[in-house]
Protein backbone atom coordinates (compact mmCIF):
# COMPACT_ATOMS: atom_id res chain seq x y z
CA UNK A 1 0.00 0.00 0.00
CA UNK A 2 2.56 2.81 1.05
CA UNK A 3 5.10 0.75 -2.16
CA UNK A 4 2.33 2.23 -4.20
CA UNK A 5 2.13 5.88 -2.76
CA UNK A 6 5.60 6.70 -2.63
CA UNK A 7 6.34 4.95 -6.10
CA UNK A 8 3.49 7.20 -7.28
CA UNK A 9 4.92 10.01 -5.86
CA UNK A 10 7.93 9.44 -7.44
CA UNK A 11 6.55 9.13 -10.69
CA UNK A 12 4.31 11.88 -10.85
CA UNK A 13 7.14 14.21 -8.95
CA UNK A 14 10.02 13.37 -11.51
CA UNK A 15 7.42 13.63 -14.55
CA UNK A 16 6.29 16.70 -13.36
CA UNK A 17 10.38 17.67 -12.79
CA UNK A 18 10.02 17.79 -16.87
CA UNK A 19 7.12 19.11 -17.59
CA UNK A 20 7.23 22.25 -15.50
CA UNK A 21 8.67 25.67 -17.24
CA UNK A 22 10.43 27.37 -13.78
CA UNK A 23 13.48 25.70 -13.08
CA UNK A 24 13.07 26.36 -9.58
CA UNK A 25 9.99 24.37 -9.74
CA UNK A 26 11.64 21.82 -11.20
CA UNK A 27 14.45 21.55 -8.62
CA UNK A 28 11.82 21.12 -5.71
CA UNK A 29 9.93 18.97 -7.82
CA UNK A 30 13.48 16.71 -7.76
CA UNK A 31 13.56 16.81 -4.21
CA UNK A 32 9.95 15.56 -3.67
CA UNK A 33 11.27 12.77 -5.54
CA UNK A 34 14.34 11.93 -3.82
CA UNK A 35 12.51 12.26 -1.03
CA UNK A 36 9.60 9.41 -2.27
CA UNK A 37 12.78 7.05 -3.19
CA UNK A 38 13.70 7.63 0.68
CA UNK A 39 10.31 6.12 1.47
CA UNK A 40 11.11 3.29 -0.71
CA UNK A 41 14.21 2.65 1.09
CA UNK A 42 12.41 2.80 4.53
CA UNK A 43 10.09 0.50 3.37
CA UNK A 44 12.94 -2.37 2.28
CA UNK A 45 14.01 -2.14 5.67
CA UNK A 46 17.39 0.04 4.66
CA UNK A 47 16.53 2.97 7.22
CA UNK A 48 20.74 4.10 6.54
CA UNK A 49 20.36 4.03 2.88
CA UNK A 50 17.13 6.05 3.23
CA UNK A 51 18.70 8.86 5.57
CA UNK A 52 21.63 9.08 3.23
CA UNK A 53 19.84 9.56 -0.12
CA UNK A 54 17.92 12.66 1.52
CA UNK A 55 21.17 13.93 3.37
CA UNK A 56 23.14 13.86 0.27
CA UNK A 57 20.90 14.37 -2.31
CA UNK A 58 17.86 16.39 -1.12
CA UNK A 59 19.90 17.90 0.86
CA UNK A 60 23.63 18.61 -0.58
CA UNK A 61 23.47 18.22 -4.35
CA UNK A 62 19.80 20.32 -4.74
CA UNK A 63 20.57 22.93 -2.65
CA UNK A 64 23.32 23.26 -4.55
CA UNK A 65 21.10 22.75 -8.00
CA UNK A 66 19.12 25.59 -6.03
CA UNK A 67 22.05 27.72 -5.53
CA UNK A 68 22.99 27.62 -8.97
CA UNK A 69 19.01 28.07 -10.40
CA UNK A 70 19.06 30.92 -8.32
CA UNK A 71 22.46 32.69 -9.33
CA UNK A 72 21.71 32.70 -12.66
CA UNK A 73 18.00 33.69 -11.85
CA UNK A 74 16.37 32.11 -15.07
CA UNK A 75 12.57 32.41 -14.30
CA UNK A 76 11.62 31.12 -17.31
CA UNK A 77 13.19 28.50 -19.65
CA UNK A 78 14.08 30.19 -23.14
CA UNK A 79 12.79 28.69 -25.93
CA UNK A 80 14.87 30.32 -29.31
CA UNK A 81 12.92 27.85 -31.80
CA UNK A 82 8.98 27.34 -32.92
CA UNK A 83 6.90 25.22 -30.57
CA UNK A 84 5.70 23.42 -33.66
CA UNK A 85 8.91 21.87 -35.17
CA UNK A 86 8.65 18.54 -34.54
CA UNK A 87 11.01 17.15 -32.16
CA UNK A 88 13.87 15.96 -34.37
CA UNK A 89 14.04 18.89 -36.41
CA UNK A 90 14.98 21.05 -33.57
CA UNK A 91 18.58 22.24 -33.77
CA UNK A 92 21.58 20.71 -31.37
CA UNK A 93 21.93 19.44 -28.25
CA UNK A 94 17.87 18.57 -27.97
CA UNK A 95 19.10 16.00 -30.85
CA UNK A 96 21.91 15.20 -28.69
CA UNK A 97 19.47 14.71 -25.46
CA UNK A 98 16.80 12.53 -27.71
CA UNK A 99 19.95 9.88 -28.24
CA UNK A 100 20.95 9.92 -25.33
CA UNK A 101 17.10 9.24 -23.57
CA UNK A 102 16.58 6.36 -26.22
CA UNK A 103 20.28 4.86 -25.37
CA UNK A 104 19.19 5.13 -21.77
CA UNK A 105 15.71 3.43 -22.40
CA UNK A 106 17.70 0.35 -24.14
CA UNK A 107 19.90 0.03 -21.59
CA UNK A 108 17.32 -0.05 -18.67
CA UNK A 109 15.66 -2.54 -21.02
CA UNK A 110 18.59 -4.69 -21.58
CA UNK A 111 19.48 -4.83 -18.22
CA UNK A 112 15.85 -5.53 -16.78
CA UNK A 113 15.48 -8.28 -19.21
CA UNK A 114 18.81 -9.74 -17.83
CA UNK A 115 18.96 -9.66 -14.30
CA UNK A 116 14.77 -10.08 -14.14
CA UNK A 117 14.80 -13.32 -12.35
CA UNK A 118 16.76 -11.95 -9.36
CA UNK A 119 15.09 -9.54 -6.64
CA UNK A 120 17.89 -10.16 -4.04
CA UNK A 121 21.19 -9.01 -4.43
CA UNK A 122 22.72 -11.28 -1.61
CA UNK A 123 21.19 -13.85 0.72
CA UNK A 124 20.52 -12.06 4.21
CA UNK A 125 19.08 -8.49 3.49
CA UNK A 126 22.15 -5.84 4.55
CA UNK A 127 20.82 -3.01 6.84
CA UNK A 128 22.88 -1.79 9.49
CA UNK A 129 25.78 0.69 9.13
CA UNK A 130 28.09 -2.19 10.12
CA UNK A 131 27.69 -4.49 7.48
CA UNK A 132 27.20 -1.65 4.91
CA UNK A 133 30.77 -0.49 6.04
CA UNK A 134 32.18 -4.10 6.01
CA UNK A 135 30.89 -4.81 2.62
CA UNK A 136 32.27 -1.50 1.09
CA UNK A 137 35.82 -1.93 2.27
CA UNK A 138 36.19 -5.64 1.72
CA UNK A 139 34.16 -6.95 -1.05
CA UNK A 140 33.71 -3.84 -2.91
CA UNK A 141 36.72 -2.08 -2.05
CA UNK A 142 38.56 -1.94 -5.73
CA UNK A 143 35.23 -0.19 -6.84
CA UNK A 144 35.20 2.28 -3.42
CA UNK A 145 38.77 3.42 -4.53
CA UNK A 146 37.56 3.82 -7.99
CA UNK A 147 34.72 5.75 -7.27
CA UNK A 148 36.95 8.18 -4.99
CA UNK A 149 39.23 8.79 -7.68
CA UNK A 150 36.68 9.60 -10.31
CA UNK A 151 35.20 12.27 -7.94
CA UNK A 152 38.75 13.31 -7.14
CA UNK A 153 39.02 14.04 -11.25
CA UNK A 154 35.72 15.48 -11.29
CA UNK A 155 37.18 17.99 -8.26
CA UNK A 156 40.09 19.07 -9.78
CA UNK A 157 38.64 19.54 -13.07
CA UNK A 158 36.17 21.76 -11.62
CA UNK A 159 39.11 24.03 -9.93
CA UNK A 160 40.58 23.84 -13.45
CA UNK A 161 37.56 25.29 -14.96
CA UNK A 162 37.02 28.06 -12.54
CA UNK A 163 40.28 28.67 -12.01
CA UNK A 164 41.36 29.49 -15.96
CA UNK A 165 39.18 32.89 -16.10
CA UNK A 166 41.77 34.23 -13.12
CA UNK A 167 44.82 34.28 -15.64
CA UNK A 168 44.99 37.82 -17.23
CA UNK A 169 43.31 39.40 -13.94
CA UNK A 170 45.14 41.09 -11.14
CA UNK A 171 44.43 39.01 -8.00
CA UNK B 1 -13.25 3.96 28.97
CA UNK B 2 -11.43 2.66 31.77
CA UNK B 3 -10.16 -0.81 30.69
CA UNK B 4 -8.63 1.06 27.24
CA UNK B 5 -6.89 3.18 30.19
CA UNK B 6 -5.35 0.82 31.85
CA UNK B 7 -4.87 -1.51 28.99
CA UNK B 8 -3.26 1.27 26.95
CA UNK B 9 -1.47 3.52 29.54
CA UNK B 10 1.66 2.32 27.58
CA UNK B 11 0.56 3.99 24.24
CA UNK B 12 -1.62 6.72 25.80
CA UNK B 13 1.45 7.86 27.28
CA UNK B 14 3.72 7.72 23.89
CA UNK B 15 1.08 9.89 22.71
CA UNK B 16 1.43 12.26 25.66
CA UNK B 17 5.00 12.38 25.01
CA UNK B 18 4.55 14.27 21.39
CA UNK B 19 2.18 16.89 22.55
CA UNK B 20 4.20 17.38 25.61
CA UNK B 21 7.50 17.59 23.12
CA UNK B 22 4.90 19.75 20.45
CA UNK B 23 3.75 22.43 23.39
CA UNK B 24 7.18 22.11 24.76
CA UNK B 25 8.91 23.39 21.55
CA UNK B 26 6.58 26.43 20.69
CA UNK B 27 6.96 27.62 24.61
CA UNK B 28 10.99 27.04 24.45
CA UNK B 29 10.62 29.80 21.76
CA UNK B 30 8.71 31.85 23.85
CA UNK B 31 11.27 31.12 26.79
CA UNK B 32 14.00 32.45 24.52
CA UNK B 33 12.50 35.33 23.23
CA UNK B 34 11.93 36.36 26.82
CA UNK B 35 15.33 35.13 27.80
CA UNK B 36 17.13 36.75 24.97
CA UNK B 37 15.69 40.33 25.81
CA UNK B 38 16.30 40.08 29.93
CA UNK B 39 20.36 38.94 28.95
CA UNK B 40 21.09 41.22 26.00
CA UNK B 41 19.40 44.02 27.81
CA UNK B 42 21.50 43.13 30.75
CA UNK B 43 24.45 42.98 29.20
CA UNK B 44 23.89 46.27 27.75
CA UNK B 45 23.58 47.77 31.05
CA UNK B 46 19.80 47.97 30.61
CA UNK B 47 16.63 46.43 32.00
CA UNK B 48 15.17 45.14 29.44
CA UNK B 49 10.92 44.53 29.15
CA UNK B 50 9.80 45.16 32.42
CA UNK B 51 5.77 46.32 32.25
CA UNK B 52 3.76 43.00 30.83
CA UNK B 53 3.21 40.47 33.58
CA UNK B 54 5.65 40.60 36.65
CA UNK B 55 8.96 41.43 35.25
CA UNK B 56 8.03 41.37 31.93
CA UNK B 57 7.20 37.94 31.59
CA UNK B 58 4.48 38.42 29.96
CA UNK B 59 6.01 39.89 27.42
CA UNK B 60 6.46 36.99 24.35
CA UNK B 61 2.77 36.52 24.75
CA UNK B 62 2.32 40.24 24.09
CA UNK B 63 5.07 39.94 20.83
CA UNK B 64 2.96 37.01 19.99
CA UNK B 65 -0.42 38.54 20.45
CA UNK B 66 1.07 41.93 18.20
CA UNK B 67 2.28 39.31 14.97
CA UNK B 68 -0.93 37.53 14.81
CA UNK B 69 -2.82 40.77 14.49
CA UNK B 70 -0.87 42.42 11.87
CA UNK B 71 -1.75 42.60 8.73
CA UNK B 72 -0.23 39.26 6.07
CA UNK B 73 1.48 41.02 3.36
CA UNK B 74 2.63 40.10 -0.27
CA UNK B 75 4.76 41.37 -2.27
CA UNK B 76 3.34 41.73 -5.77
CA UNK B 77 6.05 40.20 -7.57
CA UNK B 78 6.20 37.44 -4.93
CA UNK B 79 5.85 33.85 -6.53
CA UNK B 80 2.68 33.43 -4.67
CA UNK B 81 2.77 29.65 -3.81
CA UNK B 82 6.64 28.91 -2.59
CA UNK B 83 6.09 32.83 -0.64
CA UNK B 84 3.90 31.15 1.87
CA UNK B 85 5.53 27.18 1.31
CA UNK B 86 8.70 28.66 2.64
CA UNK B 87 7.85 29.73 6.13
CA UNK B 88 5.86 26.56 6.30
CA UNK B 89 9.11 24.51 5.71
CA UNK B 90 11.53 26.14 8.12
CA UNK B 91 8.77 25.71 10.90
CA UNK B 92 7.93 21.84 10.06
CA UNK B 93 11.68 20.87 9.57
CA UNK B 94 12.60 22.45 12.91
CA UNK B 95 9.98 20.50 14.89
CA UNK B 96 10.42 17.11 12.97
CA UNK B 97 13.63 17.60 13.80
CA UNK B 98 13.43 17.29 18.05
CA UNK B 99 11.33 13.91 17.05
CA UNK B 100 14.60 11.27 17.13
CA UNK B 101 16.25 12.95 19.87
CA UNK B 102 15.76 11.32 22.99
CA UNK B 103 15.50 13.60 26.58
CA UNK B 104 15.62 11.49 29.64
CA UNK B 105 16.13 8.12 30.69
CA UNK B 106 13.22 5.47 31.08
CA UNK B 107 10.77 6.49 33.90
CA UNK B 108 7.00 4.86 35.47
CA UNK B 109 6.13 8.84 35.92
CA UNK B 110 5.62 8.21 39.42
CA UNK B 111 4.45 4.26 39.30
CA UNK B 112 1.45 5.87 36.91
CA UNK B 113 3.01 2.83 34.30
CA UNK B 114 3.70 -0.51 34.63
CA UNK B 115 6.69 -0.85 32.41
CA UNK B 116 9.22 2.05 32.44
CA UNK B 117 8.71 4.39 29.21
CA UNK B 118 11.84 5.60 27.30
CA UNK B 119 11.76 9.41 27.23
CA UNK B 120 11.73 10.01 22.95
CA UNK B 121 9.35 10.20 20.17
CA UNK B 122 11.02 7.80 18.46
CA UNK B 123 14.12 5.86 18.62
CA UNK B 124 15.51 4.88 15.31
CA UNK B 125 18.84 3.48 15.22
CA UNK B 126 20.22 5.72 12.68
CA UNK B 127 18.67 8.97 14.59
CA UNK B 128 21.89 11.09 14.68
CA UNK B 129 21.73 10.80 10.88
CA UNK B 130 18.24 11.46 10.57
CA UNK B 131 18.44 14.65 12.99
CA UNK B 132 21.42 15.48 9.97
CA UNK B 133 18.91 15.21 7.25
CA UNK B 134 16.09 16.55 8.39
CA UNK B 135 18.07 20.36 9.38
CA UNK B 136 19.65 20.02 5.96
CA UNK B 137 15.91 20.29 4.39
CA UNK B 138 15.22 23.19 7.03
CA UNK B 139 17.63 25.19 4.54
CA UNK B 140 15.15 24.77 1.73
CA UNK B 141 12.90 26.96 3.98
CA UNK B 142 15.32 30.18 3.78
CA UNK B 143 16.42 29.43 0.50
CA UNK B 144 12.87 29.47 -0.92
CA UNK B 145 12.03 32.47 0.96
CA UNK B 146 14.71 34.48 -0.18
CA UNK B 147 14.32 33.72 -3.82
CA UNK B 148 10.07 33.65 -4.04
CA UNK B 149 10.35 37.15 -2.42
CA UNK B 150 11.66 38.61 -5.70
CA UNK B 151 13.29 41.25 -3.58
CA UNK B 152 17.29 41.79 -3.76
CA UNK B 153 17.68 41.67 -0.19
CA UNK B 154 16.02 38.45 0.57
CA UNK B 155 18.16 37.05 -2.71
CA UNK B 156 20.81 37.56 -1.06
CA UNK B 157 20.29 36.46 2.46
CA UNK B 158 18.74 33.00 0.89
CA UNK B 159 22.37 33.08 -1.58
CA UNK B 160 23.93 33.51 1.24
CA UNK B 161 22.47 30.90 3.85
CA UNK B 162 22.65 28.10 1.15
CA UNK B 163 26.32 28.29 0.56
CA UNK B 164 26.96 28.91 4.63
CA UNK B 165 25.00 25.67 5.20
CA UNK B 166 27.07 23.81 2.91
CA UNK B 167 30.32 25.27 4.06
CA UNK B 168 29.47 24.47 7.95
CA UNK B 169 27.38 20.98 7.44
CA UNK B 170 31.24 19.10 6.29
CA UNK B 171 32.51 20.71 9.52
CA UNK B 172 29.20 19.22 11.41
CA UNK B 173 29.34 16.03 10.16
CA UNK B 174 32.80 15.34 10.30
CA UNK B 175 32.68 16.53 14.69
CA UNK B 176 29.77 14.09 14.81
CA UNK B 177 31.65 10.95 13.18
CA UNK B 178 34.46 11.16 15.58
CA UNK B 179 31.65 10.98 18.66
CA UNK B 180 30.23 8.06 16.58
CA UNK B 181 33.41 6.54 16.56
CA UNK B 182 33.93 6.42 20.27
CA UNK B 183 30.35 5.38 21.00
CA UNK B 184 30.31 2.86 18.61
CA UNK B 185 26.61 3.66 17.65
CA UNK B 186 24.43 5.59 15.51
CA UNK B 187 21.94 5.55 17.98
CA UNK B 188 21.46 8.53 20.51
CA UNK B 189 20.14 6.73 22.95
CA UNK B 190 23.11 4.54 22.74
CA UNK B 191 25.54 7.37 22.61
CA UNK B 192 24.02 8.78 25.75
CA UNK B 193 24.09 5.63 27.51
CA UNK B 194 28.08 4.94 26.19
CA UNK B 195 28.83 8.07 28.63
CA UNK B 196 27.33 7.17 32.10
CA UNK B 197 30.32 5.64 33.44
CA UNK B 198 33.08 7.14 35.74
CA UNK B 199 35.60 8.96 34.91
CA UNK B 200 37.99 10.62 37.75
CA UNK B 201 36.14 8.50 39.96
CA UNK B 202 32.65 10.15 39.60
CA UNK B 203 30.01 8.14 38.25
CA UNK B 204 27.80 8.99 35.73
CA UNK B 205 30.58 11.50 34.22
CA UNK B 206 32.08 9.69 31.47
CA UNK B 207 31.19 12.55 28.75
CA UNK B 208 32.54 12.83 25.52
CA UNK B 209 33.51 16.28 26.28
CA UNK B 210 36.26 15.19 27.93
CA UNK B 211 37.39 13.13 25.44
CA UNK B 212 36.51 15.95 22.22
CA UNK B 213 36.72 19.02 23.54
CA UNK B 214 37.78 20.01 20.09
CA UNK B 215 35.29 18.34 18.37
CA UNK B 216 32.44 19.88 20.24
CA UNK B 217 34.24 23.07 19.86
CA UNK B 218 33.69 22.69 16.37
CA UNK B 219 30.07 20.77 16.61
CA UNK B 220 29.03 24.36 18.30
CA UNK B 221 30.64 26.46 16.08
CA UNK B 222 28.98 24.90 13.17
CA UNK B 223 25.91 24.49 14.61
CA UNK B 224 25.99 28.30 15.34
CA UNK B 225 25.90 28.60 11.66
CA UNK B 226 23.60 26.19 11.22
CA UNK B 227 20.80 28.07 12.68
CA UNK B 228 22.23 31.67 11.31
CA UNK B 229 22.95 33.38 14.73
CA UNK B 230 25.45 35.79 15.43
CA UNK B 231 28.33 35.94 14.44
CA UNK B 232 27.19 33.85 11.61
CA UNK B 233 23.86 35.69 10.94
CA UNK B 234 24.95 36.60 7.44
CA UNK B 235 21.54 35.45 5.84
CA UNK B 236 19.69 38.24 7.62
CA UNK B 237 22.49 40.41 8.83
CA UNK B 238 20.18 43.66 9.50
CA UNK B 239 23.38 46.25 8.76
CA UNK B 240 23.50 44.93 5.10
CA UNK B 241 20.67 43.23 3.96
CA UNK B 242 17.73 45.24 5.93
CA UNK B 243 16.18 41.78 7.28
CA UNK B 244 17.29 39.20 4.98
CA UNK B 245 16.03 35.89 3.55
CA UNK B 246 12.56 37.52 5.94
CA UNK B 247 13.05 41.11 4.52
CA UNK B 248 9.54 41.09 2.53
CA UNK B 249 7.34 38.64 5.84
CA UNK B 250 5.20 40.07 7.86
CA UNK B 251 2.92 38.94 10.51
CA UNK B 252 2.70 35.40 11.10
CA UNK B 253 5.05 33.77 8.30
CA UNK B 254 7.79 36.29 9.51
CA UNK B 255 6.45 34.42 12.57
CA UNK B 256 7.05 30.87 11.89
CA UNK B 257 10.45 31.98 10.32
CA UNK B 258 11.52 33.23 14.13
CA UNK B 259 9.71 30.06 15.93
CA UNK B 260 11.83 27.79 13.66
CA UNK B 261 15.24 30.03 14.76
CA UNK B 262 14.78 29.40 18.25
CA UNK B 263 13.82 25.86 17.61
CA UNK B 264 16.40 24.85 15.60
CA UNK B 265 18.55 26.19 18.55
CA UNK B 266 16.83 24.06 20.75
CA UNK B 267 17.92 21.14 18.61
CA UNK B 268 21.28 21.73 18.30
CA UNK B 269 21.92 22.64 22.06
CA UNK B 270 20.13 19.28 22.70
CA UNK B 271 21.90 17.49 20.40
CA UNK B 272 24.90 18.82 21.56
CA UNK B 273 24.07 17.54 25.12
CA UNK B 274 23.32 14.04 23.88
CA UNK B 275 26.91 13.98 22.22
CA UNK B 276 28.88 15.70 23.95
CA UNK B 277 27.62 16.41 27.23
CA UNK B 278 25.99 13.13 28.58
CA UNK B 279 22.97 13.61 28.32
CA UNK B 280 20.23 13.27 31.09
CA UNK B 281 23.28 11.77 33.01
CA UNK B 282 24.71 13.94 36.11
CA UNK B 283 26.22 12.78 38.91
CA UNK B 284 24.03 11.88 42.36
CA UNK B 285 20.75 12.68 40.01
CA UNK B 286 19.35 9.32 39.68
CA UNK B 287 17.66 7.90 35.91
CA UNK B 288 14.09 8.62 36.50
CA UNK B 289 15.02 12.79 36.94
CA UNK B 290 17.40 12.27 33.91
CA UNK B 291 15.18 15.14 31.87
CA UNK B 292 15.74 17.67 34.48
CA UNK B 293 19.66 17.41 34.16
CA UNK B 294 19.12 17.47 30.96
CA UNK B 295 16.97 20.60 30.35
CA UNK B 296 19.64 22.03 32.31
CA UNK B 297 22.32 21.49 30.61
CA UNK B 298 20.51 22.62 27.54
CA UNK B 299 19.69 25.62 29.24
CA UNK B 300 23.16 26.52 29.76
CA UNK B 301 24.23 25.90 25.96
CA UNK B 302 21.39 28.33 25.07
CA UNK B 303 22.19 30.96 27.53
CA UNK B 304 25.18 30.94 25.39
CA UNK B 305 23.90 31.13 22.36
CA UNK B 306 22.84 34.57 23.84
CA UNK B 307 25.46 35.49 25.15
CA UNK B 308 27.90 34.83 22.29
CA UNK B 309 25.17 36.99 20.17
CA UNK B 310 25.34 40.10 22.56
CA UNK B 311 29.29 39.68 22.45
CA UNK B 312 30.54 39.01 19.64
CA UNK B 313 30.32 41.51 16.00
CA UNK B 314 29.44 39.61 12.98
CA UNK B 315 32.39 38.57 10.64
CA UNK B 316 33.11 39.32 7.03
CA UNK B 317 31.75 37.02 4.42
CA UNK B 318 34.67 35.97 2.98
CA UNK B 319 36.02 35.97 6.60
CA UNK B 320 33.13 32.77 7.29
CA UNK B 321 33.84 31.02 4.11
CA UNK B 322 37.81 30.88 4.81
CA UNK B 323 37.18 29.98 8.54
CA UNK B 324 34.56 27.18 7.31
CA UNK B 325 36.71 25.60 4.23
CA UNK B 326 40.39 26.27 5.86
CA UNK B 327 40.05 26.03 9.25
CA UNK B 328 36.90 24.05 10.53
CA UNK B 329 37.41 21.41 7.70
CA UNK B 330 41.03 20.87 8.31
CA UNK B 331 40.58 20.52 11.93
CA UNK B 332 37.53 18.67 12.17
CA UNK B 333 39.34 15.92 9.90
CA UNK B 334 42.45 15.50 12.00
CA UNK B 335 40.08 15.41 15.11
CA UNK B 336 38.15 12.72 13.71
CA UNK B 337 41.50 10.84 12.52
CA UNK B 338 43.21 11.36 15.88
CA UNK B 339 39.97 9.77 17.05
CA UNK B 340 40.14 7.01 14.98
CA UNK B 341 43.14 6.10 15.77
CA UNK B 342 43.07 6.60 19.93
CA UNK B 343 40.25 4.06 19.36
CA UNK B 344 42.31 1.64 18.06
CA UNK B 345 45.19 1.80 19.47
CA UNK B 346 44.26 2.99 23.09
CA UNK B 347 40.66 1.29 23.40
CA UNK B 348 39.29 4.67 24.30
Known amino acids: MLFYFFAALAIVASLLVIAQRNPVYSVLLLILSFGALSGLYVLLDAPFVATIQIIVYAGAIMVLFLFVVMLLNAPHEETDFDERTHPMLRPGPMRFGAVLALGLIAELAWALARSAPRSTFSNAPITSVAAIGRLLFTDYAFQFEVTSVLILVAMVGAVVMARREDHGAKR | ?348
Open chain 2, 1 to 348: MFDFLSTNSFLIAQIGIVVVIWIALQLSAAVMVYAERKVAAYLQQRVGPTRVGYAGLLQPIADVVKLLLKEELRPAAADPILFYLAPIISATAAFAAFAVVPFGGSTTLLGLLTEPLPLHVADVNVAILVVFAITSMGVYGIVLAGWSSNSKYSLLGGLRSSAQMISYELSYGMALAAVLVLANSMSLRDIVNAQSGSLFGIPQFRWFLFFQPIGFLIFFTAGIAETNRAPFDFPEAEQELVAGYHTEYSSMSFGLFFLAEYINMVTVSAVATDLYLGGWWLPLVPESWGWLAFLAKISVLLFFYIWMRWSLPRYRYDQLMAFGWKVLLPVSVLNLIATAAGVLYFGL
